[in-house]
């Protein structure tokens, strides 16, 4: 199949999708809303800025000049607020761009990976394409993230406008949870068109993800938390490092990762400010295999944020054995059930968060039984063979339509 993805091309999720139909064989083109390296193996890239994008670097930290003055000025929810009132000026000239890149590529699928802003930008090229009577039957898929309904979606009237654009003029929807795919429905996904339930990044690779052999689940030799989620809008950092010198009052040689966060300035002066230095370490963004190899070494992994689908990172750290601790929100409660596999905590609380780490720790038996219990859930319902099938099927069956 020839697919042409519009998305952020710097996201490991959208990569990783994408690379995994590569190796499948497929000829893979990109229209990426932020600067990024291609992908070995793609037919052909192409930048379309959208509200501010253009002024990112390709790892996810800026560049230099403007972007990275307000980097350093504002902190990210108020950069993610700038973003959605400036995006709708943007538009235009994005939604031009990519119906040039229509044009050219002439692919069978589009995939838009992401309803703010890709999605939007690819609902309105594919309206006027069939609007002046070319492309018609060529198929629009949108994937929903997990902050695109709960977050985003209700930010601003106009992105709640959009939002409904989007699903309407779309022909199928993949979601990363069940409560997505009902949300959309309310929105106005109708009815008649199809939707699928798959894990956002294309599924975990156990070969990569696994958990360690013989490994001891007492605390003896240290305890060590990670936060593999960075620095989002909705992922409750704060909540996270003030629950840390809580823990270690009662663990003196525990030892938090957060990956994502080298050379944050926020990350940083919640360092300085809570002197916690000593037991912290900001690292940047690794490659999955370093992610496993933390996860093995790690006995607990954070998720804990205010919105959410199905994170890749939650299920990556639960094929390695990594104990999970996330924000109670429903779309985690499709996987975690609290004490049995996992705990959930309120995201805002970090007494209740610091509280939940140190149960866990306390209760070897109950991380152990979590371990084999998560390990299997992952096999069953996220491997990476098995969700990139159902997708290509997927895609075959909306080609076919």
């Not at 795919?181 to 956002?200: E, M, Q, S």
């Not at 010198?245 to 050379?263: H, N, Q």
Request: hydrophobic residues 40%; aromatic residues 8%; charged residues 20%.
């Amino acid at each position: 199949m020839r697919l042409l993805y519009i998305a952020d091309g710097r996201s490991p999720t959208a990569r990783n999708w994408m690379g995994n139909f590569i190796q499948a064989g497929h000829e893979v083109h990109l229209a990426s809303t932020f600067p990024c390296e291609p992908i070995d193996g793609m037919a052909s890239m192409n930048v379309i800025p959208v509200a501010m994008s253009d002024l990112y670097g390709q790892s996810g930290m800026q560049c230099g000049g403007v972007g990275s003055l307000l980097r350093k000025v504002f902190p990210v929810e108020l950069r993610t607020r700038i973003r959605r009132v400036l995006a709708p000026f943007s538009f235009q000239r994005a939604t031009s761009a990519f119906v040039e890149s229509i044009t050219r590529v002439q692919p069978q699928l589009i995939h838009a990976m992401r309803i703010p802003f890709e999605g939007m930008v690819a609902s309105m090229a594919v309206s006027r394409l069939r609007g002046a009577g070319e492309w018609a039957g060529v198929p629009l898929l949108i994937s929903v993230w997990g902050n695109d309904f709960t977050l985003h979606a209700i930010s601003t009237p106009s992105m709640a406008t959009y939002t409904r654009q989007a699903l309407q003029h779309c022909d199928g929807l993949h979601t990363d949870c069940q409560r997505d795919l009902r949300l959309a429905r309310n929105l106005g996904f109708p009815a008649d068109k199809p939707g699928i339930v798959l894990p956002g990044g294309g599924g975990v690779r156990l070969d990569v993800f696994y958990p360690p052999e013989g490994a001891s689940l007492s605390v003896e030799r240290g305890f060590t938390v990670i936060n593999p989620r960075g620095f989002r809008a909705y992922v409750s950092n704060d909540t996270i490092f003030k629950a840390m010198p809580l823990v270690r009052k009662e663990i003196p040689d525990v030892r938090f990762i957060c990956t994502s966060m080298a050379g944050e300035p926020q990350a940083q002066k919640w360092v300085a400010d809570l002197e916690i230095s000593g037991y912290v370490d900001l690292l940047p963004q690794k490659s999955h295999p370093e992610m496993a190899n933390l996860f093995r070494r790690s006995q607990v992994s954070l998720s804990i944020t205010t919105h959410d689908g199905t994170p890749n990172s939650l299920l990556e750290a639960m094929a390695c054995g990594c104990f999970p601790i996330a924000g109670d929100i429903e779309s985690i409660r499709e996987w975690i059930i609290p004490g049995e596999n996992g705990l959930l905590v309120d995201p805002t609380d970090p007494v209740e968060l610091a509280g939940a780490i140190l149960a866990c720790a306390s209760q070897p038996e109950l991380r152990k039984h979590a371990q084999e219990r998560n390990l299997q859930l992952v096999r069953e319902r996220a491997e990476y063979h098995q969700t990139i099938l159902a997708a290509e099927v997927f895609y075959r069956q909306m080609v076919g339509q």
